[in-house]
């Protein structure tokens, strides 16, 4: 017998990823999963996790008590990773949660999990993605609002 893992225990292994103890979340966000999410293998399309995470950044900006933008600074997204862990199906309602991983001088990158809100330890997917708070009419790096600091504080 091989030691090497057959590709359908390999596969098997990843359909059963389990969401590791992580901090407490900065955010967490619930979300439906939306019939026309799916794809047309009847599980949510890949581009879908990456606005639950936009709606997860949103809802949790919306909280953030003072001013996160204006007109000489607002987040753009710089770069995103994004580990499929595990298909999610429908009808499902998802908790997003979302974690300051880093701040920096003009930028933050949030940690993420997509997890299934009926069973928490059921991990759809996990990565980061960095915000760099920019002036809209140059283009250029500001630095990260007060308002920002103090909300992972």
């Given at each position: 017998m091989s030691p090497r893992k057959s590709a359908k225990a390999a596969k098997a292994e990843a359909a059963e990823a389990v969401a590791p103890a992580a901090p407490t979340p900065l955010f967490t966000a619930t979300l439906p999963v939306r019939w026309r999410d799916l794809d047309a293998f009847n599980h949510v399309n890949n581009s879908n996790y990456l606005?639950?995470?936009e709606e997860a950044?949103?809802?949790?900006?919306?909280?953030?008590?003072?001013p996160w933008f204006d007109d000489h600074a607002?987040?753009?997204m710089a770069a995103v990773l994004l580990n499929y862990r595990r298909p999610i199906e429908w009808p499902a309602r998802l908790h997003v949660e979302l974690f300051c991983e880093r701040l920096g001088t003009s930028s933050?990158?949030?940690?993420?999990?997509?997890?299934?809100?009926?069973?928490?330890?059921?991990l759809y997917g996990d990565g980061n993605v960095v915000m760099v708070w920019m002036d809209p009419a140059t283009g250029k790096p500001v630095p990260l609002p007060e308002a920002i600091?103090?909300?992972?504080d």
């Open positions: 606005t639950y995470l950044r949103l809802q949790w900006l919306s909280h953030v008590p003072g607002m987040p753009v933050m990158t949030i940690a993420h999990r997509i997890l299934d809100a009926e069973q928490p330890d059921r600091r103090d909300a992972v």
